[in-house]
C-alpha cells in the first residue's frame, strides 16, 4: 500500500534561515504531492501542488522539489519568520478518480526570533 | 468563492449518547466531500468519503457513518459513542479532484 512519511516531527530553527522539511513516498510515483499548513485548532490549508513531471515549483517564500528517483518532495521556507511557525502536512494522492489524498502525520516547524 | 462550514466548532459527549456532525459548502457544485479525523499526535485519517447524493464510501471500519442528504451538506454520525471517537474531525471538499479545501473542524471530546 501507499505510504507517505514525513520523518522529522518538529524542526526548530532561527528566524532568517531557510526551513527544509521532508516527505518521502512509497511505491509508485504519485502524479502529484501537496504540502499543506496547518494551525493548532485549524484545518489544513492548501499552499503548493507539484506534479510528477515537474521538479521544482515555488510560490513567494515557499519551494516544493519531486524527485522521482528519491522518492521524496522537499519544502523550503526561505527568510523564515516566527509566523511561518506551524505544522506542514505532506499529501499524494492514490488510486481512482475521487480526488483522495493520503496525508503524512505533519512536521511541526518552530522558528524562533 | 466558494466556503465550508461545520459545526458545532466543539462538542463534550457522554459515552453512548448519539452524534451528528454537519458540514456545508457553497460556492461550487457536485463537489466531492470528505471526513476526516486527526487524533492527537496522529496524522489524518481518512474516514468517508462522497462523489454525489446519496454515495458513500468508508475507508475504514468503524462505529461512525455517513450521510449526503444534498449535493453540498455532508453529515457524520453516530449511533453510540465510544471513547476512541474523541478527536478533531474536519470535513474537506475538493472541486478539481486534486486540492482540497478543509473546514475549520469540530473537537470532540467523549467522556
Known amino acids: 500500500s501507499q505510504k507517505i512519511e514525513q520523518n522529522s516531527e518538529a524542526l526548530n530553527i532561527q528566524e532568517g534561515k531557510t526551513a527544509t522539511l521532508t516527505c518521502n513516498y512509497t511505491?509508485?510515483?504519485?502524479?502529484?504531492l501537496q504540502w499543506y499548513r496547518q494551525d493548532p485548532g485549524r484545518g489544513p490549508v492548501f499552499l503548493l501542488l507539484i506534479r510528477e513531471n515537474e521538479k521544482e515549483k515555488r510560490k513567494e517564500r515557499l519551494k516544493v522539489t519531486f524527485d522521482t528517483t528519491l522518492k521524496q518532495s522537499l519544502f523550503h521556507i526561505t527568510a523564515s519568520q516566527p509566523a511561518d511557525s506551524a505544522t506542514y502536512l505532506c499529501?499524494?494522492?492514490?488510486?481512482?478518480?475521487?480526488?483522495?489524498?493520503?496525508f503524512g502525520k505533519g512536521t511541526k516547524l518552530s522558528v524562533k526570533p | 468563492s466558494q466556503t465550508i462550514h461545520q459545526w458545532p466548532a466543539t462538542l463534550v459527549q457522554p459515552v453512548g449518547s448519539p452524534l451528528s456532525l454537519e458540514c456545508t459548502v457553497e460556492?461550487?457544485?457536485?463537489?466531492?466531500l470528505y471526513w476526516y479525523r486527526q487524533a492527537a499526535g496522529r496524522g489524518l485519517q481518512l474516514l468517508f468519503y462522497?462523489?454525489?447524493?446519496?454515495?458513500i464510501s468508508s475507508e475504514v471500519p468503524q462505529n461512525l457513518s455517513a450521510s449526503r442528504p444534498q449535493d453540498r451538506q455532508f453529515i457524520l454520525s453516530s449511533k453510540k459513542l465510544l471513547l476512541s471517537d474523541s478527536g478533531f474531525y474536519l470535513c474537506a471538499f475538493t472541486p478539481s479532484l486534486e486540492t482540497q479545501y478543509f473546514g475549520p473542524g469540530t473537537r470532540l471530546l467523549v467522556l
Open positions: 460556492g461550487t457544485s457536485n463537489p466531492n
Open positions: 511505491n509508485y510515483s504519485p502524479a502529484y
Open positions: 499529501a499524494r494522492n492514490y488510486g481512482g478518480s475521487q480526488g483522495n489524498l493520503i
Open positions: 462522497s462523489v454525489g447524493i446519496g454515495q
